[in-house]
């Protein structure tokens, strides 16, 4: 009978924690649900209709057609509901850990794979975002796999590959505007690597290949921009208005931060914990050491684990992640011009670690030039995880070199020390993380339904009103306006309001105008509300819209974040900030 030292190869751990992943992200399901105001752009396709071309109006503007069409498909499978549009990145989430720790093995070591992938699958920001219809988890899958093809031509001359990174890259490129990321990243990485490498062989190779790529990625993403209904240029015209500047770069790294510390809750110190853990009682299984060595190996793991969490609950994961994988990408990076050509393999290793530092150096450099929304930061996270995952992977390794030459024998042997430490680790996180973050210990599962909840309410109160009028209640009998507010527009088509419709103005309240010939109502939500053009079009219709009802609904936290800095998303209480929806009825 096998020993449960040979049951668990590196492949079969990083498995189990994808399923975990998996399971995190798709806990909690009833708590899923479109809130955000791209979710509901992103997940109209279909209930648009065809007298919208079945787009949300101006979708054009905020990403590229793929992951609509994903989530068009998605829908066409299993419905329209919330659940069948979050989920691509459900899957996409998922996957996504799979790849890191594939990727991270790949290049470094299993252990490194191992951690990366759990860094990965217990990163509270990515699961939140995966449990959400936006296009950033979905990128960040394509990023990486297309970094990855980008890596295996490079290093090994591979024009097939070239071709593939191309593909994966146009891929990115169909999901947000800006997924030729990766293209970035491989002629940066380039650039140093060949200088260090001084290999002149593979110059020639290497130039090739990423005019392969590049050309590859062109064809790839051509049609999406030859069908931009405006061209390009309105896109970036959209896309210039959230630009911050040089000024406020500062402000909006250190706002960016804050929102990692408040989206992760107590995910961030538990991923790191998780990591080294999963690392250790790997290596404890591989171990032919004696008990005392291994027990002196678990006491120290156990020293890491805790301190490494403490610092996260302090800061934040990202911040103490972010220093780990640069400090051991500087240990590691060959800066010196080598004085012969590397072999092989240890070129490949050194190309994958400047395309580490070209992607960490880049995205934190560039993010904080753009508005603090929190998503546009997944994709830094991405290198992170990689490099942060060998580091730890690495620092497991010198505690276990430190245990074989000095071991102790004051600590309890085997699998109980090993239960005892998971206890203690498991604890300690769970008190730093509530009073790190009180309230939102475990915001990634916090729940988005405040939305669908106000339109149940909508729709029983129109009908209500048309009843009393003595009108038929019928959902295909009455029309609903909802202004500036895409989200709120698809609870109400899922919920069976045919007559449902976008509206970017009130021209058809205006004075003069013939009485309506079917029940119409106006739906307006936080982005009307907040707007100065919203309340002059509302003067303008002189008294025809008349108020029916105001809803209050308190947003989830990640929807806050987008329009406050986080130390004013509570109230003065502690409480939530709150937000309101108005209904109207057209007379």
């Not at 996957?95 to 252990?111: I, K, M, Q, S």
């Not at 290999?199 to 049609?223: K, M, N």
């Not at 830094?380 to 995952?389: F, M, T």
């Not at 021209?507 to 509300?529: I, K, V, W």
Request: with cysteine.
């Amino acid at each position: 009978m096998n020993s449960p030292r040979h049951l668990f190869s590196a492949s079969t751990v990083i498995l189990l924690v994808v399923v975990v992943g998996f399971l995190l992200r798709g806990a909690l399901p009833s708590r899923i649900a479109i809130e955000h105001f791209d979710e509901g752009v992103y997940a109209s396709n279909l209930v648009t209709g065809p007298e919208y071309e079945y787009r949300y109006p101006s979708r054009h503007l905020f990403a590229p057609p793929l992951g609509p069409w994903l989530i068009e498909w998605s829908q066409v499978a299993w419905g329209i509901n919330d659940l069948a549009s979050v989920a691509v990145n459900l899957i996409a989430g998922g996957l996504t850990v799979l790849l890191v720790g594939f990727v991270a093995a790949r290049w470094f070591n299993d252990r490194a794979g191992i951690a990366a992938a759990a860094l990965a699958a217990l990163s509270g920001i990515h699961i939140l975002y995966s449990r959400t219809a936006l296009t950033d988890p979905l990128v960040c899958f394509w990023m990486l796999a297309a970094v990855y093809a980008i890596w295996c031509s490079l290093s090994y001359g591979d024009k097939s590959w070239a071709v593939i990174a191309g593909v994966l890259t146009g891929l990115s490129w169909w999901t947000k505007y800006n997924g030729w990321l990766p293209l970035a990243i491989g002629v940066s990485a380039t650039i140093p690597w060949l200088l260090v490498g001084r290999d002149r062989a593979r110059l020639r190779t290497s130039l090739v290949c990423l005019v392969i790529i590049i050309a590859t990625a062109g064809i790839v993403w051509s049609p999406a921009w030859y069908n931009l209904p405006d061209g390009y240029a309105a896109v970036a015209a959209n896309h210039r208005q959230y630009l911050v500047g040089l000024d406020r770069w500062p402000q909006t790294l250190w706002q960016q931060l804050l929102n990692h510390r408040i989206l992760e809750g107590a995910f961030g110190p538990l991923s790191l914990a998780a990591a080294v853990i999963v690392v250790g009682a790997f290596s404890h299984l591989q171990d032919n050491s004696s008990a005392t060595t291994r027990t002196s190996h678990f006491w120290k793991l156990v020293a890491l684990a805790v301190g490494l969490s403490a610092l996260a609950s302090l800061s934040a994961s990202s911040i103490v992640l972010a220093a780990l994988a640069v400090y051991w990408l500087w240990r590691n990076v060959e800066l010196r011009p080598a004085k012969s050509p590397p072999d092989e393999d240890q070129a490949a290793v050194q190309l994958a670690l400047w395309m580490l530092i070209a992607w960490i150096a880049g995205l934190s450099l560039t993010t904080p030039l753009y508005t603090a929304y929190p998503r546009i930061t997944l994709p830094w996270l991405v290198p992170i995880w990689l490099a942060g995952g060998a580091a730890i992977a690495w620092l497991v390794a010198g505690i276990k070199q430190a245990a074989d030459e000095s071991p102790t024998t004051t600590a309890p042997r085997g699998t109980i020390a090993w239960v005892a430490g998971i206890i203690v680790v498991g604890v300690a996180v769970t008190i730093a993380g509530r009073y790190w973050n009180p309230g939102s210990t475990w915001s990634v599962w916090q729940s988005h339904t405040g939305l669908a909840d106000i339109a149940a309410e909508v729709k029983t109160d129109i009908e209500q009103r048309i009843a009393e009028q003595g009108g038929s209640p019928r959902s295909d009998d009455y029309v609903v306006d909802v202004y500036g507010e895409p989200s709120l527009f698809f609870q109400l088509r899922q919920l069976g309001i045919e007559l449902a419709l976008p509206a970017s103005n009130l021209r058809f309240a205006q004075p003069g105008l013939a009485p309506p010939t079917h029940p119409t109502f106006l739906l307006a939500g936080p982005h009307a509300l907040r707007s100065s053009q919203f309340e002059e079009q509302l003067a303008e219709t002189a008294g025809r819209l008349k108020l029916l009802k105001t809803y209050p609904y308190t947003p989830s936290d990640f929807v806050l974040l987008n329009q406050h800095p986080p130390e004013e998303i509570r109230q003065a209480d502690g409480q939530q900030r709150q937000y309101s929806v108005r209904l109207y009825q057209l007379e």
